[in-house]
């Protein structure tokens, strides 16, 4: 499984770029868009084709998200240890979370479809982030088998290949994807590494 997550800012030429990603094999796009406002989110969903609309995840929104019957949310670390997100998700909604040690994500209920973890790789997107990470290493001591681990952080063509063999379930794809200046080329890559 290969996920995008969105910048966090509105780009030009987004929205174009999300659906031919989708028609090229996007298994689920995440949108985060922290600063935007109800009538944005509106805006960016309706800019995706509809076909598309039950592989898309918000990070926020949760309440504009209903409108469109989108049932994929994702809690933050800090949301779901507080229990924040409760009073927002209904009951068969699709959820996911994110943590930064394995400890955590080992004890995950299975309420949660797939948890991010990060961070993998010196982040593309967030210099000198992850610089000493030990990710990769930790992934020995997963012992969770309900929830799908989802690799983040400085992934990319040249590392997606690495965390698959390390025993990830899916990655996540951020400053690869939008520092790029051929978006969907550099998906298809990622995607083709994984298909050969």
Known sequence: MIIVITHEDLISH????????????????????????????????????????????????????????????????????????????????????????????????????????SPMFPSISKKGYGQDTKMMEDLTYRNNIHVKLIALGGIDENTIKKVFQAGADGAALLGAIWNSSTPVNTFKKCRDILLS
């Open 14 to 117: 987004e929205i174009e770029t999300i659906n031919e990603m989708f028609r090229v094999g996007l298994d689920l796009l995440h949108i985060r868009k922290p600063f935007i406002n109800d009538e944005e989110m509106k805006v960016l969903i309706n800019g995706i084709d509809q076909t598309f609309h039950p592989k898309l995840v918000l990070h926020s929104h949760y309440e504009v998200g209903k409108l469109y019957n989108i049932s994929r949310f994702h809690v933050r670390e800090a949301d779901r240890v507080n229990g924040l997100y409760r009073s927002k998700i209904e009951e068969g909604n699709i959820i996911s979370t994110s943590v930064h040690q394995i400890n955590d994500y080992n004890m995950l209920g299975n309420e949660w479809q797939y948890s991010f973890i």
